[in-house]
């Protein structure tokens, strides 16, 4: 079917008016169905967020000189449907949206890979992963501070805390401390400090699983918080020509961290790895010099983080999810997608679980790297969208109830499909 008569409204998203595109639809028979949109061509990428029955189904994207684009599939049950897409640009028209039914589901992983050059540990929790998708969810939770009280609020308010504790490792290189300094990026820096230590507990004394990202701050500085690009002047292109200022200034930064993540080398504890995350949307400065530099430094990085430290441990998380920005599969084993919806909103996201798969040519597992409302177990299960683990950002994401109430945490960490500390505990072990 086609649907051509769209309606402009204005939803609030985070604080702001957004305007949206709305449709409605009607399903004769349950089954499996193709989503894709017809608009005008774009001169430049962009990319937008889909409500179905105002629930959020994640991200789209539109490709430059394209005007076609396969949003995703979903298993509907007959009945009416309310469509509803984000201008992604301000001159937006969509011409129709296509809805084909098709006889069975094709979003799932075939022919996942563990790579060889792994280690003992980090090939069984690949395994673990394995076995568990389409199954289970991880429940994930990032703390930017080693005192993680998020981790302490959910345990209050659920009785249980995440089997996956982010880090990050913002805190670790030299030039954090940079001009017009906020008091904000103060506090950050210094309630990081001391996350190697806990992240040594979680994955060691506690069992649990481990991931890091790194906002890293510009090696030469700037001012404020210079992971932004708008912060920094530091050029990543220089940064890679052997012998500059900014390349000498680079790998000291690089070596600094792949001396603390040997540690954890030193122990076979498995780390996910999600460096140069968001790259494509070129805010950090790692992205900030197009997806050739970027490609060059994730190289550069993986080269030296395994080759000269040895770290086969890592478990490379891709989080740059755009054609332009893919990396080769044997450099990373899970692809990552970053989506904020509103406050409050527990839609299944499939939209952005299916995008992540027919980027990786469904061929690697996918998770739900950083997001603010958490999906609702029985939504993802019921359409589908296997993503491999959740991941809260910090902060307000957790303590203020708009976006994750009381209740909605409850649910979800007693969910029967829901992975915790003491769900882990009990399906795997590293012991």
């Known amino acids: 079917m086609r649907i051509s008569k769209f309606e402009e409204k204005k939803i609030d998203l985070y604080s702001r008016e957004i305007r949206i595109l709305e449709a409605e639809f009607k399903i004769e028979s349950f089954g499996y169905y193709d989503f894709y949109l017809n608009y005008e061509p774009i001169e430049n990428f962009s990319k937008s967020y889909v409500f179905i029955n105002n629930l959020a189904y994640g991200e789209v994207q539109f490709y430059e000189g394209k005007n076609y684009s396969y949003l995703g599939e979903l298993k509907l049950k007959p009945e009416k449907y309310t469509f509803q897409i984000a201008f992604p640009y301000e001159d937006f028209k969509i011409n129709f949206l296509e809805i084909k039914e098709k006889d069975q589901s094709n979003s799932k992983i075939k022919n996942f890979k563990i790579r060889n050059n792994l280690s003992d540990n980090a090939k069984r929790i690949l395994e673990f992963f394995q076995k568990i998708y389409a199954n289970y969810i991880i429940a994930g939770q990032h703390t930017n501070t080693s005192a993680g009280p998020e981790i302490a609020y959910i345990e209050y308010i659920t009785g249980e805390k995440p089997a996956l504790r982010g880090f990050d490792l913002l805190s670790y290189t030299p030039a954090t401390k940079t001009q017009e300094m906020t008091p904000h990026a103060i506090i950050e ?82 780390i996910l790895w999600r460096p140069l995350h968001e790259a494509d949307g070129r805010w950090f400065w790692w992205g900030a010099k197009g997806p050739e530099n970027y490609k060059k430094l994730y190289h550069l990085l993986y080269e030296i983080l395994t080759e000269k430290f040895k770290l086969n441990n890592l478990i490379w998380i891709w989080n740059a999810p755009h054609p332009d920005w893919e990396i080769e599969e044997d450099l990373y084993d899970i692809a990552g997608i970053d989506n904020y919806v509103p406050p409050g909103n527990h839609g299944p996201m499939k939209f952005s679980y299916d995008l992540l798969l027919k980027l990786t040519d469904y061929r690697k597992l996918v998770a739900l790297t950083e997001n603010g409302p958490i999906p609702d177990p029985d939504l993802l299960f019921e359409y589908e969208a296997y993503f491999l683990w959740f991941m809260p950002w910090f902060g307000d994401f957790v303590f203020n109830e708009s976006f994750n109430s009381k209740e909605h945490l409850k649910k979800v960490y007693n969910h029967e499909k829901v992975i915790t500390l003491n769900k882990l505990r009990k399906l795997f072990s590293m012991r």
């Open 189 to 270: 820096i210094e309630g990081n400090k001391g996350s190697i230590e806990k992240a040594l507990e979680w994955g060691r004394d506690f069992g649990g699983i481990v991931t890091f990202c790194w906002h890293w701050y510009a090696p030469l500085g700037g001012k404020d918080k210079t992971f932004y690009t708008i912060n920094t002047d530091f050029d990543l292109e220089k940064a890679l020509i052997e012998g500059t200022e900014e390349n000498k200034a680079l790998l000291r930064d690089i070596y600094m961290i792949g001396e603390k993540l040997s540690i954890f080398r030193g122990l076979d504890l498995p």
